[in-house]
């Protein structure tokens, strides 16, 4: 058991030592520069891949874009990424995305993902948190990208709609589940 524990802690420390030296020398300006290019990037990949996602986002009365969430597991996991929160074209806030779970998982991944706030109100209450938990703070439906293969239409009636897309990496399926959303 001990054994467990020593590899699970010296697998955190090195998901906090990569989380860590992804921004190094970077100045807030220069980081906040780089996270809107990597959303822009990801919006246009979106846009390009996952088919009627432009209706969805001009029903929206904002957006979280999270273009890159690094996840890593040894029993214990974590992830980590950063975006921006989005109204129209315009960025109103830079925000964190962490999550921490336990049970029998292995493996790394990357994946983007984007939270759709489908009503003033939810908009609003994501805004104004201090601290925005998935599952505490709102329920969201999440759509992932082999959701999507054959729709004509996302008609999902949900005020928070997340789409997990660009799943690279040994861990199968990606969940939103327990997100804690914190501004930069």
Do not use: C, W
Request: proline share 1%; aromatic share 12%; no cysteine.
């Amino acid at each position: 058991m001990t054994y467990i524990f020593g590899k699970v802690s010296k697998l955190l420390l090195v998901i906090g030592f990569i989380f860590s030296i992804s921004t190094y020398g970077l100045g807030a300006k220069d980081k906040f520069l780089e996270i809107e290019r990597k959303v822009d990037s990801s919006l246009l990949f979106l846009l390009d891949e996952v088919p009627n996602t432009e209706d969805l986002m001009v029903r929206a009365k904002g957006m979280l874009i999270i273009p890159v969430v690094t996840k890593a597991s040894f029993l214990v996991g974590g992830s980590y990424g950063e975006g921006a929160l989005r109204v129209g074209e315009k960025t109103l806030e830079y925000y964190s995305s962490a999550q921490f779970n336990y049970g029998l998982q292995l493996g790394a991944q990357q994946y983007s993902h984007i939270l759709f706030f489908m009503t003033d109100q939810a908009l609003s209450k994501f805004y104004n948190s201090d601290g925005f938990k998935l599952g505490a703070n709102a329920e969201a439906a999440i759509l992932k990208e082999s959701d999507f293969i054959g729709v004509d239409t996302i008609n999902v009636n949900s005020d928070v709609v997340g789409i997990v897309f660009g799943q690279k990496g040994l861990i199968v399926g990606a969940s939103l589940s327990g997100t804690k959303y914190t501004r930069l």
